[in-house]
């Protein structure tokens, strides 16, 4: 049908693994008829409504979660701000991090310039934490800027707290931005990588969810394997086996 990548499904809720660049709900930057997740799963559930748990970025990939009804969704919306859902993150980053650290970096909220036009300006910088470890590194024989080589890691990030862009945000804030990030990024590295892996996504990825199931008190573990081009891409980096993958 509509090629969902269903990770996991229950009478109460359904876990995707979303691709890169698919958004999760319509919205006003895409024009009407653009493929979300959100009309897909209703097209799944012959015209039942998908109940939104949390969400991903438009460019990030990896699993999400949907309820099937309002409960749920309320119940499992009630986990995240208590902060009982642990959500896991790889990425690959400009240079090399240290082995491991905690950012605890406040971040102010993102606005948009149509969508939250008559949202408070000044509100103060919110709690933000993320904890990190580096899986592994790459040098590689190609020159960026004044550098004859170039550095790159492979990190697992686990956010604390749940700001907009946080993890992309973090990571600019210590100076190991995520590849692919037009936003946060550094854009002589991803056009870097542009030019010589046709890198055309953010290299941010939700691998992994876990969660006490509010129905069944089951202990869930949900991953959610990248995709083709970033499994090939790093088993290029000999990084493969670090990572979940078809």
């Keep these: ?8 499904e229950d009478d109460d809720i ?14 006003w930057i895409a024009p009407r008829g653009t493929p979300n997740l959100a009309s897909m799963l209703k097209e799944y559930f012959n015209g039942g409504s998908p109940y ?3 969400r991903l970025d438009r460019p990030t990939s990896g699993v999400i979660l949907f309820g099937k009804n309002k409960e749920i969704a309320q119940k499992m919306n009630l986990l995240f701000a208590e902060r009982k859902v642990e959500k896991t993150y790889l990425c690959m980053v400009r240079g090399y991090t240290p082995e491991a650290d905690l950012i605890d970096y406040a971040l102010k909220e993102e606005l948009d310039k149509i969508a939250d036009k008559h949202a408070k300006k000044d509100k103060e910088a919110q709690e933000a934490v993320s904890e990190y470890r580096r899986l592994a590194t790459v040098e590689l024989d190609i020159p960026v800027g004044r550098y004859e080589k170039s550095r790159y890691s492979l990190v697992e990030v686990k956010p604390k707290t ?6 992309r945000r973090h990571m600019k804030h210590i100076f190991h931005p995520i590849i692919g990030d ?23 990825m939700a691998s992994n ?3 006490e199931h509010p129905v069944t ?9 990248v995709d083709q081009y970033t499994d090939q891409l790093f088993k290029k980096f000999a990084w493969d ?6």
Aim: charge should be positive; avoid cysteine; proline fraction near 4%.
């Design 1 to 8: 049908m509509n090629n969902l990548n269903i990770l996991f």
């Design 14 to 27: 359904i876990a995707l693994n979303k691709p890169s660049g698919l958004l999760v709900h319509p919205s």
């Design 52 to 54: 939104t748990i949390h």
């Design 162 to 167: 749940g700001r907009k862009h946080q993890i």
């Design 182 to 204: 037009t936003n946060h990024g550094d854009n002589k590295h991803n056009k870097s990588f542009r030019e010589n892996f046709d890198l055309q996504r953010l290299m941010l």
């Design 209 to 211: 969810i876990k969660f």
């Design 217 to 225: 008190q089951q202990m869930m573990d949900i991953g959610a394997p």
């Design 241 to 246: 086996g670090l990572y979940l993958s078809d």
